[in-house]
């Protein structure tokens, strides 16, 4: 089991410009989330989505949108990139219920908006 | 605003010491409380939680001290190695929506030989 990708792993963005990252799981989990973290800051959630064509507001969504067309994969998309958006974001799913209430991450995304 | 506070930002340690991260949250719903350790380059991954109808958590070398009423809780690594050098997070949650989870700033834990 690859657990959970992200494409791509670097990314440079003109101020502008959009791009969309993907995030894809083969463990059948129902939720998906999208991250971002920035130093001093932890990760703080963009998006997440709890079921296939279902998705939902974090606590920093502004400037970013999402889809989930299959349970496997998550989308996260930037319309017009700005400075403020460079980071590092990372996705992780998880179970609906039950077990350790893991959310399992993938290996991350760096993106640079000049 | 972080909904879960966590100090200190980074601490250094000589093998076999216990660095000890400390959390304080404020939302009382919380019932869920992970840590997760991130290595340079690689995303978090869980390393123990606690539930706040216990007291004390190990596993290993990693101990979880809960203070319900304090709303407050610890992190400590026990006979800490190199190995464990790491960014540490807590985090809290509520049981339900998907445990949406909201961290901590993090701690870079570093294990001098």
């Known amino acids: 089991n690859a657990g959970v990708t992200q494409t791509p792993k670097f990314r440079v963005l003109k101020t502008g410009q959009s791009m969309t990252l993907l995030c894809a799981q083969d463990?059948?989990?129902?939720?998906m989330y999208w991250y971002r973290q920035d130093p001093g800051m932890g990760l703080r959630l963009i998006h997440y989505?709890?079921?296939?064509?279902?998705?939902a507001k974090g606590e920093v969504p502004d400037g970013y949108n999402v889809s989930r067309l299959k349970k496997q994969n998550f989308l996260l998309g930037l319309e017009s990139a700005a400075p403020s958006q460079t980071s590092v974001y990372f996705c992780?799913?998880?179970?609906?219920?039950?077990?350790?209430?893991?959310?399992?991450f993938g290996p991350g995304t760096r993106l640079t908006v000049l | 605003q972080q909904q879960v506070k966590q100090s200190p930002q980074s601490l250094i340690v000589q093998k076999g010491g216990i660095p000890i991260i400390n959390c304080a949250y404020e939302n009382t719903a919380f019932d869920y409380f992970p840590w997760y350790q991130q290595f340079p380059g690689k995303g978090p991954a869980l390393l123990i939680a606690i539930r706040p109808d216990v007291s004390e958590k190990k596993e290993g070398r990693f101990t979880i001290s809960f203070n319900k009423s304090a709303k407050q809780f610890s992190l400590h690594i026990m006979d800490s190695q190199p190995g464990d050098s790491a960014t540490y997070f807590c985090?809290?949650?509520?049981?339900?929506?998907?445990?949406?989870?909201?961290f901590g700033a993090g701690t870079t834990v570093t294990v001098r030989a």
């Open positions: 992780a799913s998880s179970v609906a219920r039950g077990g350790r209430g893991e959310q399992f």
């Open positions: 989505s709890v079921g296939e064509g279902t998705t």
């Open positions: 985090a809290a949650s509520l049981f339900r929506g998907g445990y949406k989870l909201s």
């Open positions: 463990m059948n989990h129902e939720y």
